[in-house]
């Protein structure tokens, strides 16, 4: 199955999709997870990228494609894999077709799940991540039993230093602009699946499986 997450920030694309990993045993691909990772470690491919990321920007296209060429080639995605966060423009689209066409291999779902921005706003503000496992909570909605620690392994939560509201509200407006024209571009090709996010975690990974398994 290959499968791209469409949608804003905060619709869901990281936790649906790592639920689906889980399920059919095919690898998430997450352009903003590798790009965190370059971060952290401070490469220079971080480094470049960092600046972007912090003013809610689309890092550069050469350094995303680059990235995902390299991903997609590994052994652990020929059977399938779950693009979350990519493609984010058109151009990216396009490279993403030629790219796939040259592997042999083409999308056969985009699955775009719809929140509205206020609610969208609300999620990203007071999301917390586990540092040690990368398990997600939420201030309000998803509390930790103990405040700034994971339950499933006691790590350290944190939040990701572009979920504050300046950033998050940059990030919605070139979320409109940039990538929502990718719905219209999916539609033409008949691979578009669009599915209300605005539901509880469980009740949309059972509309994600109704459209995978075809029921
Ligand atoms: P995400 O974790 O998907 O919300 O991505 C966090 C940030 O990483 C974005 O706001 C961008 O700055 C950058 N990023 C992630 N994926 C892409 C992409 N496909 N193209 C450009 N920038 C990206």
Redo the contacts with the bound molecule.
């Keep these: 199955m290959n499968i791209i997450f469409l949608g804003p ?2 619709a869901g ?2 936790t649906q999709a790592k639920i689906l990993v889980e399920k059919y045993g095919i690898p998430q691909i ?7 990772e370059h971060v952290a470690k401070g490469t220079e491919l971080g480094m470049k ?1 960092k600046e ?10 050469e ?2 494609l680059s990235m ?1 060429k390299e991903r997609l080639s590994q052994d652990d995605a020929q059977k399938g894999f779950i693009l ?6 058109v151009a ?1 689209a396009e490279a993403l077709d030629k790219l796939l066409e040259e592997m042999g291999k083409k999308i056969e779902y985009v699955l775009a799940l719809i929140v509205p921005d206020e609610e969208l706003v609300t999620r990203l503000t007071g999301r917390r991540t586990c540092k040690n496992c990368g398990m997600m909570y939420h201030i309000k909605f998803k509390p930790p039993k103990v405040e700034g620690k994971c339950d499933a392994c006691g790590g350290e939560l944190y939040q ?1 230093a ?1 979920d504050n509201e300046e ?1 998050v509200r940059n ?1 919605l407006k ?1 979320y409109h602009e940039q990538t929502a024209p990718l719905i219209e571009y999916y539609k033409k090709k008949g691979v578009l699946f669009e599915v209300d996010g605005n539901k509880s975690i469980e009740e949309i990974t059972q509309q994600l499986i109704n459209i995978l398994e075809k029921k």
Excluded: W
């Design positions: 920030p905060g694309k990281g997450s352009t903003g997870d590798m790009l965190r990228a972007y990321m912090e003013k809610g920007q689309l890092v550069p296209d350094i995303i995902v979350d966060g990519f493609p984010r423009t990216q990701r572009d950033t990030r070139v």
